[in-house]
């Protein structure tokens, strides 16, 4: 039974394992490849899969499109125009910190370029998210859609979270999206309209990647519409002592995730995607 599963039955929280625990140990030495755009990621999305992921031995390679360092949004740091919603809408004291840590990590320092990272020798890839207007680049970015197909085809761990699907579902094996006849979830609709209702008389459309919302989108790459699952309704931010409130969806070695909440669930499901493989 999954560990995890366990906890929930007998009535404890469910919580990442800790560094040194013997069932991740064959994730030890594993690369995972985070790719960035120059600007506008989710610094939680980002650095918090980075730090629970590093502390347990795993090796992260960021790659951005020229190799320069990548920033994140700055708003999700300091919460700048979001007025009394700053609270809810940014990261959180956690993900700030480990955005800190991050920017001292001489892997995100010194990045690859996205070209490179197809000969850097990873076991997965992780697909961040970020709405802000600077993420376009890295949504509608083909060098990142390729990074997808190659892991697809070489058969490797593919994570993805919140508009981080898009790049996903927009990535294409033949005539058809890296996702088609796979189950995955991505930013919920809802989550996407409500936060830019609650926010447009201060920041306009800064909510609004594209007229389109994620969810939309992705359900019309998939085979099925039925395929995309929604969850539970997404509340709460997940912690490493307590993944239940984090939703993830696993198809084989596709991992997905809706939302900056979910960050620490998520990286739980590829430390142990991460530790099952066998070479």
């Given at each position: ?226 395929d995309f699952v929604r969850g539970p309704t997404p509340i709460a931010r997940d912690r490493e002592e307590d993944l239940s409130p ?34």
């Open positions: 039974m999954n560990p995890l599963r366990a906890l929930a039955r007998l009535g404890r929280r469910p919580a990442l394992p800790a560094p040194g625990d013997p069932s991740i140990a064959r994730a030890v030495g594993r690369v995972v490849a985070i790719p960035i755009g120059h600007r506008d990621f989710d610094p939680t999305e980002v650095a918090i899969p980075w730090q629970v992921l590093r502390a347990r031995g795993v090796r992260c390679v960021f790659a951005t499109p020229d190799g320069a360092p990548g920033r994140c949004d700055p708003r999700m740091l300091d919460g700048e125009g979001l007025g009394p919603l700053a609270g809810l809408l940014r990261a959180d004291a956690r993900a700030r910190s480990a955005y800190a840590a991050l920017e001292a990590d001489p892997a995100f320092a010194r990045p690859l370029a996205h070209e490179a990272v197809v000969d850097a020798g990873y076991d997965a890839i992780l697909l961040p998210g970020g709405h802000a207007p600077g993420m376009r680049a890295y949504l509608e970015s083909r060098a990142v859609q390729s990074l997808v197909v190659d892991a697809f085809t070489r058969g490797r761990i593919v994570a993805a979270i919140c508009h981080g699907v898009l790049v996903a579902a927009r990535a294409r094996i033949g005539d058809r999206s890296a996702l088609h006849g796979k189950r995955t979830t991505a930013l919920l609709r809802r989550q996407e309209l409500l936060a830019w209702r609650l926010t447009r008389r201060r920041v306009g459309d800064y909510y609004r990647t594209y007229p389109t919302p994620v969810e939309d989108e992705v359900r019309a790459a998939l085979a099925d519409p039925g984090g939703f993830v969806v696993i198809d084989g070695r596709y991992l997905s995730a809706r939302w900056p909440g979910d960050a620490h669930r998520l990286a739980g499901a590829l430390l142990g995607a991460l530790a099952s493989e066998t070479a």
